[in-house]
């Protein structure tokens, strides 16, 4: 009777091994499809990123070529400015 018990313990013992590595193994399939989602989100996002960046550089690019512009052609308005005042200053005097 006691080798049956014992007999009857182990394989309930056994039985309940093999439930549990059953779950292990279901929960690592489990995990590994949501790492590889995961994988698969940070690479999106990643790719975002980089377009974003890109965006940015052009419209940094695009605003120093507009400030560039724009300084020239305040200094050319400068220029002229001072030619105008020059030749005023030219006929003017004459005229008092």
Excluded: C, Y
Aim: proline share 2%; net charge negative.
């Amino acid at each position: 009777m006691w080798l049956t018990e014992e007999i009857h313990d182990l394989t309930s013992q056994l039985g309940e091994g093999g439930r549990s590595v059953h779950e292990m193994d279901k929960a690592r399939k489990r995990l590994e499809l949501e790492k590889e989602e995961l994988q698969a989100a940070l690479e999106e996002a990643e790719a975002a990123l980089e377009m974003e960046e890109a965006k940015s550089q052009r419209t940094q690019l695009e605003i120093s070529a507009i400030r560039q512009d724009i300084d020239r052609r305040l200094a050319e308005k400068d220029e002229e400015f001072e030619n105008t005042r020059s030749e005023l200053e030219l006929i003017i005097p004459p005229l008092l």
